[in-house]
């Protein structure tokens, strides 16, 4: 208890910090949003009157305040330009980039783990060199190249095995399911590819550590083989460190799949930040950004719990130093 009370107040301060920096980095950007908002041949007085709506007219300090006590009631503010709340917005381009990088990590998972457990338990040197090419050719692919080539193969209508859709998500959303499944495939299995090598690479080296490790050689005395010693108790000492590594990937692709999203025109949380960024719409962006920080911070809470539960030596440890 006394560790998840440390965590949450280490959350919330850093909450606090990174919405004061989000907040003054997006009012040094050149240019007015109540100029773009009012058009480029309206008169002054129209700017004016526009900025004292807005409330750009005031104090930045009084501007921040209105802003963070809007945030702690759950209002993240409704767009300049469009007039919707923010958190419709980001609600509904979540709803393509979250299911595509759930996607993402799926395949990643399938392709990373069991791969990166044969190039750890392979006996030859040739199998265990091309384990390693595969890795390093995975994980060095851009992921603009990778997408392009996942088209020229599997995009209907210009792939030579035209399979999935290359453009466009259904306007209707997930009503469609089938239809909107299928235009995440091709995105999904770009970005999985590429994450499923670097998560390889992590299986091989955790596991590589434990191989002479007392732990594996207890575990083949009780008359396990050599191979299910690695996949049974060496997989369990090394989930720690691939669950924590499996979540910050995840926080991260959340930007990373920015490119994805605009190959494919993809409605998601990227596309939509660079639109409101080029818009000048601060109040979607900093409310965009803030979720998106506060989106990081969660996932690193949840993985020091998981990492607490899964790796028990962690509580002994701070019981000793209690």
Known sequence: MRFLLRRLALFVAALIVISGVIFMALRVLPGDVASVMAGMNSP???????????????????????????????????????GRTISAQVGARASVTFPLIAMGIAIALLIGIPLGC??????????????HALAIVGG?????????????????????????PSQGFPQEGWAAFPRALSSLA????????????????????ALGELLSSSAIDMAMACGMTRTRAMLTVGLRLAMPQLVSVIG???????TGVMVIEN????????????????????????GELFMLAAFFLAIGLIVDLLHRALDPRLNDAEGREL
């Open 248 to 254: 910050l990937t995840f926080a991260e692709m959340i």
């Open 140 to 164: 060095s692919i851009p992921a603009l190249w990778g997408g392009l080539l996942l088209i020229l193969l599997l995009g209907k209508g210009v792939g030579l095995i035209g399979l999935f």
């Open 186 to 205: 091709l995105p999904a299995l770009a970005v999985g590819i590429i994450v499923g090598a670097g998560l390889m690479r992590y299986t091989r080296a």
């Open 44 to 82: 002054p007085s129209r700017v004016a009157a526009l900025r004292s709506q807005l409330g750009l007219d005031r104090p930045l300090a009084q501007q921040y305040l209105d802003w963070a006590g809007a945030l702690l009631h759950g209002d993240f503010g409704v767009s300049m330009l469009t």
């Open 118 to 131: 044969a190039s750890s338990l392979a006996r030859s040197e040739r199998l265990r060199t091309l384990f």
């Open 263 to 286: 190959l494919f025109d993809l409605p998601g949380l990227g596309e939509g930040l660079i639109t409101d960024v080029g818009n000048r719409d601060l109040i979607a962006v900093q």
